[in-house]
């Protein structure tokens, strides 16, 4: 699960950067790149919930 958590963040980061880098002319670019990381913060904190739960109920 911790592969998964590894590829999911990575992932994240590649879609920020380039959609940053291809929307960085818009006038809504702080709306996005805000959207963007709130996004990926939400998943990956989710994500580690989830793990954290699995981990605990397998005693």
Same mark, same amino acid.
């Given at each position: ?8 963040? #990575?992932?994240?980061?590649? +879609?920020? *950067? #380039? +959609? ?5 002319? #818009? ?9 963007? +990381?709130?996004?990926?913060? *939400?998943? +990956?904190?989710? *994500?580690?919930? #989830? ?9």
């Amino acid at each position: 699960m911790k592969r998964f958590s590894i590829i999911n963040a #990575l992932i994240w980061a590649a +879609v920020i *950067l #380039l +959609v940053s880098f291809f929307a960085k002319d #818009l006038p809504e670019y702080k709306y996005i790149f805000g959207g963007l +990381v709130f996004a990926a913060g *939400l998943q +990956v904190s989710l *994500l580690n919930d #989830l793990i954290q739960k699995e981990k605990t109920s397998r005693c």
